[in-house]
């Protein structure tokens, strides 16, 4: 958002003016000229080589000790990583001396003061000066480059119309005036003081200089109204001579000086500059000759001939059975174990090892172990011509030579040496050749038994002895199969019925029949009746209407063509039309396959029709796709004049470049409001504002609006592409200017509400604060509260912490802080229940407006128990210790501010 305009006084203000004429830009904190130190490998002290026997510190011969080494050496030895403090070594004494430079630790700030230098933490910070006034409706401000205090006066903390004086000790009335001239104060840095005969006199708009550069000194010349931007070249100063002199660019900023070259020509050595001092230094490092390959020795760094190289590295570990070697890959030397070198070729003593640590290790024997738990398992070592192999051996416990079956034998079995492969089969009901078969080669197996008749009468017979038949015996005991079985002139008797005979039975109400089944007893009743259609069961089979196609009243899927539906029973047991259940979409389609397409809707897509838009032009419209109805009423060519699109391209009166340019040709707002888009580009610049913006000559548009009815009306253009202005006129064209605002619709829009008169004409002027852009326009009667609008409809009760958004800009004024501001901005209001004392913070950090913030307890009237205005500038923040009962929060605007608000509550 873009800051509220500064605001100076007329001539009874004068000396407290002369301090506004400057500039308004704020100058950020100046570079710290003091980086911190950078860890050289040049830092701290160099042990100095052994030199004998005797452990002196020294290169004296052995014997001779002159005492403990000196601190230093060179000036490089007496880094103390203190930034102000110069370091140097004395070299008579080898002591190091650590001199304090308060110039160093002077932030280049004049608002502060008495920054010193301590040896032993550094930098301590200088005094401000707060250049506080004492008065309440003056912004303090201390000149970082001059030290000098500022006190503007702020009328925004002023309820209007008085206007901040701070000769008279804070806010005051206006002196009366008639003409400009009794307003003007001879400065025209603050702008044209005017003179408004009911109020008095009016500041003027003042000259804003800021070139955005930091290190330039903004100012304006009162007598010329001129801005004068002067370098200071001492502000660009960061401390430090190794980068050069630093100058101020008044185009660009500040620019960088032309650094020291320590450079020495010796590629392994670090060269620095001491920031303190600008001298050069070098120090030798080791790494920048490494080359990583651990193989070649370790390089080092010599202050006069640069890289010396390494003596590579000796990798015998003694043990003979391994491969030594340094690997380059890793940068280490290796020993790789050889176990051929170990390895006596027996596989029955195991397989010989080499340890890296220990050399070659004997082995273990092998475990010989075929899986079978019925094998013998051993190792051979005569086996594989005398290097040895395992053998396995299966067990032959009846020494037929044969070994078990079952342990990857083929003796079937191994307990009896009579029975194995290829003996001879004898008659004893045994499978002596161990084929699977016993008695194969005899007529019968020896006490097997078959079936035999004697007669009509069935018998047995068995085999015996020698495996021959026996002769054929007739059973005794009768079987159920219908027939006389023992020969006694009667069938299937001890049985509840003969095999195969019938009689009658009934199953509920249904007669039928039955007959003996096997095992002679009764079986199922088979019912006679024969089933109709009539949904009942007529045979008493449990299933209804069986033989018919449906039962009545029964429903099924169906389909007509590419349609899914349904049909049902009817009475006749028959299935009757299937009823497609699709539902017509808008696609061109026949969805429920009925032969018509989008029936459903208001026309079928794509199809077209005359029409009459609302400006009373005619043209064609056409069915849209997606949503079947009559899309826009097209008439070809833009109608100049009238308001609407009458081409269906999203602007009106595009191409009319006269149209809404002025007041001889305005455009038209429909008498009940309504929703318009245009440009400001290429429009002259005809009217500006006079209660409100900046700048002059901006592009505008002009519109004429004769409500239909009286009442409050909100104009705003909310959703526009650039920084908008908006002022409403009284008749003629441009009469009276009623309303002007800026900012109020958020982001940089604008949004006015105003009481008009029903059948009046008043003219709208679309304008811009500095620049021309798309603009949206929106013309629409208020005609209700909205929640959240007053005290009786508040957006709810807050009983915790969280996040609340919304938009003020669609709401009313109702409700004027007492402690903090005032104005007219609408005000949305929030509920805050507590159940106990809490500690509760509200912030509105996040909003895009100037925002108001106050907490009412019991009603929204009630009394105030916190207010804010810019604690945030320009947002508002309070942090309040509430005991239980009810709250009201209103977020509120300064003056008529209105937009976005995001607010956030913490309870604590």
């Given at each position: 958002?873009?800051?509220?305009?500064l605001?100076?006084c007329c001539?009874?203000l004068?000396?407290l003016?002369?301090g506004?004429?400057?500039?308004?830009?704020?100058?950020?904190?100046?570079p710290?000229?003091?980086?911190?130190?950078i860890p050289?490998?040049g830092?701290?002290?160099?042990?100095?080589?052994?030199?004998?026997?005797?452990?002196?510190?020294?290169?004296?011969?052995?014997?001779t000790?002159?005492?403990?080494p000196?601190?230093c050496?060179s000036?490089l030895?007496?880094?103390d990583?203190?930034?102000c403090?110069?370091?140097?070594?004395?070299?008579a004494?080898?002591?190091c001396?650590?001199?304090?430079v308060?110039?160093?630790?002077d932030?280049?700030n004049?608002?502060?003061?008495?920054?010193?230098?301590?040896?032993?933490?550094?930098c301590?910070?200088?005094?401000p000066?707060?250049?506080?006034?004492?008065?309440d409706?003056?912004?303090?401000?201390?000149?970082?480059f001059?030290?000098?205090?500022?006190?503007?006066?702020?009328?925004?903390?002023?309820?209007e119309?008085q206007?901040?004086?701070p000769?008279?000790?804070?806010?005051?009335d206006?002196?009366?005036?008639?003409?400009a001239?009794?307003c003007?104060d001879?400065?025209?840095?603050n702008g044209?003081e005017?003179?408004?005969p009911?109020?008095?006199c009016?500041?003027?708009?003042?000259?804003?200089?800021?070139d955005?550069?930091?290190c330039?000194?903004d100012?304006?010349?009162?007598l010329t109204?001129?801005?004068?931007f002067?370098?200071?070249?001492?502000?660009c100063?960061?401390?430090?001579?190794?980068?050069?002199?630093?100058?101020?660019?008044?185009?660009?900023?500040?620019a960088?000086?032309?650094?020291?070259?320590c450079?020495?020509?010796?590629?392994?050595t670090v060269?620095?500059c001491d920031?303190?001092?600008?001298?050069?230094?070098?120090?030798?490092?080791?790494?920048?000759?490494?080359?990583?390959?651990?193989?070649n020795?370790?390089?080092?760094?010599?202050?006069?001939?640069g890289?010396?190289?390494g003596?590579?590295p000796?990798?015998?570990?003694?043990?003979a059975?391994?491969?030594?070697?340094?690997?380059?890959?890793?940068?280490e030397?290796?020993?790789?174990?050889?176990?051929?070198?170990?390895?006596?070729?027996?596989?029955c003593?195991?397989?010989?090892?080499c340890?890296?640590?220990?050399?070659?290790?004997?082995g273990?024997?092998?475990?010989?172990d075929d899986?079978?738990?019925?094998?013998?398992?051993?190792?051979?070592?005569?086996?594989?011509?005398?290097?040895?192999?395992?053998?396995s051996?299966s067990?032959?416990?009846?020494?037929?030579?044969?070994?078990d079956v079952?342990?990857?034998?083929?003796?079937?079995?191994?307990g009896?040496p009579?029975?194995?492969?290829?003996?001879?089969?004898?008659?004893n009901?045994?499978?002596?050749?161990?084929d699977g078969?016993?008695?194969?080669?005899f007529?019968?197996?020896?006490?097997?038994?078959?079936?035999?008749?004697?007669?009509?009468?069935?018998?047995?017979?068995?085999?015996?002895?020698?495996?021959?038949?026996t002769a054929?015996?007739?059973?005794?005991v009768?079987t159920?199969?219908?027939?006389?079985?023992?020969?006694?002139?009667?069938?299937d008797?001890?049985?509840?019925?003969v095999?195969?005979?019938?009689?009658?039975?009934a199953?509920?109400?249904?007669?039928?029949?039955?007959?003996?089944?096997?095992?002679?007893t009764?079986?199922t009743?088979?019912?006679?009746?024969?089933e109709?259609c009539?949904?009942?069961?007529?045979d008493?089979?449990?299933?209804?209407?069986?033989?018919?196609?449906?039962i009545?009243?029964r429903?099924?899927?169906?389909a007509?063509?590419a349609?899914?539906?349904?049909?049902?029973?009817?009475?006749?047991?028959m299935?009757?039309?299937?009823?497609?259940t699709?539902v017509?979409?808008c696609?061109g389609?026949?969805?429920?396959?009925?032969?018509?397409?989008?029936?459903t809707?208001?026309?079928?897509?794509?199809?077209?029709?005359g029409?009459?838009?609302?400006?009373?032009?005619?043209?064609?419209?056409?069915c849209?796709?997606?949503?079947?109805t009559?899309?826009?009423?097209?008439?070809g060519?833009?109608v100049?004049?009238?308001?609407?699109?009458?081409?269906?391209?999203?602007s009106?009166?595009?191409g009319?470049?006269?149209?809404?340019?002025?007041?001889?040709?305005?455009?038209?707002v429909?008498?009940?409001?309504g929703?318009?888009t245009?440009?400001?580009v290429?429009?002259a610049?005809?009217?500006?504002?006079?209660?409100?913006?900046?700048y002059t000559?901006?592009?505008?548009?002009?519109?004429?609006?004769?409500p239909?009815s009286?009442?409050t009306?909100?104009?705003?253009?909310?959703?526009?592409?650039?920084?908008t202005?908006l002022?409403?006129?009284?008749?003629p064209?441009l009469g009276?200017?009623?309303?002007?605002?800026?900012?109020?619709?958020g982001?940089?829009?604008?949004?006015?509400?105003?009481?008009?008169?029903?059948?009046?004409?008043?003219?709208?002027?679309?304008?811009?604060?500095?620049?021309?852009?798309t603009?949206?326009?929106?013309v629409?009667?208020?005609?209700?509260?909205?929640?959240g609008?007053?005290?009786?409809?508040?957006s709810?009760?807050?009983?915790?912490?969280?996040t609340?958004?919304?938009?003020?800009c669609?709401?009313?004024?109702?409700?004027t802080p007492?402690?903090?501001s005032?104005?007219s901005?609408?005000?949305?209001?929030?509920g805050?229940?507590?159940?106990?004392?809490?500690?509760v913070?509200?912030?509105?950090?996040?909003?895009?407006y100037?925002?108001?913030?106050?907490?009412?307890?019991?009603?929204c009237?009630?009394?105030?128990?916190?207010?804010?205005?810019?604690?945030?500038?320009?947002?508002?923040y309070?942090?309040?210790?509430?005991?239980a009962?009810?709250?009201?929060?209103?977020?509120?605007?300064w003056s008529?501010?209105?937009?976005?608000?995001?607010m956030?509550?913490y309870?604590?």
């Amino acid at each position: 958002m873009r800051a509220h305009p500064l605001v100076v006084c007329c001539p009874w203000l004068v000396l407290l003016a002369a301090g506004l004429a400057c500039s308004t830009a704020q100058n950020p904190p100046l570079p710290d000229a003091n980086p911190p130190d950078i860890p050289d490998p040049g830092d701290g002290d160099v042990p100095n080589p052994p030199d004998g026997a005797d452990g002196d510190a020294d290169a004296d011969p052995d014997g001779t000790d002159d005492g403990p080494p000196p601190e230093c050496t060179s000036d490089l030895d007496c880094n103390d990583l203190i930034d102000c403090t110069s370091d140097s070594c004395d070299p008579a004494t080898g002591t190091c001396i650590h001199t304090p430079v308060d110039a160093v630790c002077d932030d280049g700030n004049a608002c502060t003061t008495g920054e010193v230098c301590d040896p032993a933490s550094g930098c301590v910070a200088g005094t401000p000066n707060l250049c506080d006034d004492g008065i309440d409706c003056t912004n303090d401000r201390c000149d970082p480059f001059t030290g000098e205090c500022s006190h503007t006066p702020d009328h925004r903390r002023c309820t209007e119309p008085q206007l901040c004086d701070p000769d008279a000790g804070g806010c005051v009335d206006p002196p009366p005036c008639t003409t400009a001239a009794d307003c003007d104060d001879g400065d025209l840095c603050n702008g044209a003081e005017v003179c408004d005969p009911v109020i008095g006199c009016r500041p003027g708009t003042p000259v804003v200089c800021r070139d955005e550069v930091d290190c330039t000194r903004d100012s304006c010349n009162p007598l010329t109204g001129s801005c004068v931007f002067a370098p200071d070249h001492a502000s660009c100063d960061n401390g430090n001579p190794c980068d050069g002199t630093e100058t101020c660019d008044p185009a660009s900023g500040c620019a960088r000086g032309t650094a020291i070259d320590c450079g020495d020509g010796i590629d392994c050595t670090v060269d620095s500059c001491d920031p303190t001092s600008g001298r050069c230094s070098h120090a030798a490092d080791d790494d920048r000759c490494n080359d990583s390959v651990f193989c070649n020795g370790v390089e080092r760094c010599d202050l006069t001939v640069g890289c010396v190289a390494g003596t590579a590295p000796s990798c015998s570990d003694g043990i003979a059975c391994t491969t030594d070697r340094c690997d380059a890959a890793r940068d280490e030397c290796a020993h790789a174990p050889d176990d051929a070198r170990c390895d006596d070729g027996q596989l029955c003593n195991g397989t010989e090892t080499c340890s890296a640590a220990a050399g070659c290790v004997t082995g273990s024997p092998p475990t010989c172990d075929d899986g079978l738990a019925c094998t013998t398992d051993t190792c051979d070592p005569a086996a594989a011509g005398g290097t040895g192999a395992c053998v396995s051996a299966s067990p032959d416990r009846d020494l037929d030579t044969h070994p078990d079956v079952e342990c990857t034998g083929d003796d079937c079995n191994d307990g009896d040496p009579t029975i194995y492969p290829g003996a001879t089969e004898l008659c004893n009901a045994r499978d002596d050749n161990c084929d699977g078969s016993p008695d194969e080669t005899f007529a019968c197996v020896l006490g097997a038994a078959q079936g035999c008749t004697l007669g009509s009468c069935s018998g047995s017979q068995t085999c015996q002895p020698g495996c021959t038949w026996t002769a054929c015996t007739v059973a005794t005991v009768e079987t159920c199969n219908g027939v006389d079985d023992n020969c006694n002139g009667v069938a299937d008797e001890g049985f509840a019925c003969v095999y195969g005979t019938t009689r009658g039975c009934a199953v509920g109400a249904c007669a039928g029949s039955q007959t003996c089944v096997p095992g002679c007893t009764w079986g199922t009743c088979t019912v006679t009746a024969v089933e109709v259609c009539n949904g009942v069961d007529d045979d008493c089979d449990g299933t209804t209407d069986e033989g018919f196609s449906c039962i009545p009243g029964r429903t099924q899927p169906c389909a007509v063509g590419a349609c899914a539906g349904s049909q049902t029973c009817s009475a006749s047991c028959m299935w009757g039309t299937c009823v497609v259940t699709a539902v017509e979409a808008c696609n061109g389609l026949d969805d429920d396959c009925d032969g018509a397409t989008d029936e459903t809707f208001a026309c079928r897509m794509g199809a077209t029709q005359g029409c009459t838009n609302a400006c009373g032009v005619g043209g064609a419209q056409t069915c849209q796709s997606g949503s079947c109805t009559w899309g826009c009423c097209n008439a070809g060519t833009e109608v100049c004049g009238n308001t609407c699109d009458d081409d269906c391209d999203g602007s009106v009166n595009e191409g009319c470049t006269a149209s809404g340019d002025n007041c001889a040709s305005p455009l038209v707002v429909s008498p009940a409001g309504g929703t318009y888009t245009g440009t400001t580009v290429g429009m002259a610049g005809d009217y500006d504002p006079s209660g409100c913006g900046y700048y002059t000559g901006v592009p505008d548009v002009v519109y004429s609006f004769t409500p239909s009815s009286g009442g409050t009306w909100q104009i705003d253009t909310i959703g526009s592409g650039y920084d908008t202005l908006l002022h409403l006129h009284a008749s003629p064209c441009l009469g009276t200017e009623l309303a002007c605002d800026d900012d109020s619709g958020g982001s940089l829009t604008s949004r006015i509400s105003y009481s008009l008169s029903a059948g009046v004409t008043y003219y709208i002027v679309v304008d811009g604060y500095s620049t021309s852009g798309t603009y949206t326009l929106h013309v629409s009667r208020i005609t209700a509260v909205a929640p959240g609008d007053t005290c009786a409809t508040s957006s709810g009760f807050i009983t915790g912490s969280g996040t609340w958004t919304g938009n003020t800009c669609s709401y009313y004024h109702d409700y004027t802080p007492s402690t903090c501001s005032s104005g007219s901005a609408p005000d949305v209001v929030y509920g805050l229940s507590l159940s106990t004392a809490r500690e509760v913070e509200i912030d509105l950090y996040y909003s895009d407006y100037d925002t108001v913030l106050y907490v009412r307890s019991d009603s929204c009237t009630g009394s105030e128990v916190g207010c804010d205005d810019d604690y945030w500038y320009p947002q508002s923040y309070l942090d309040l210790y509430l005991g239980a009962g009810t709250y009201y929060i209103i977020i509120d605007g300064w003056s008529t501010s209105c937009g976005y608000y995001e607010m956030d509550v913490y309870f604590w």
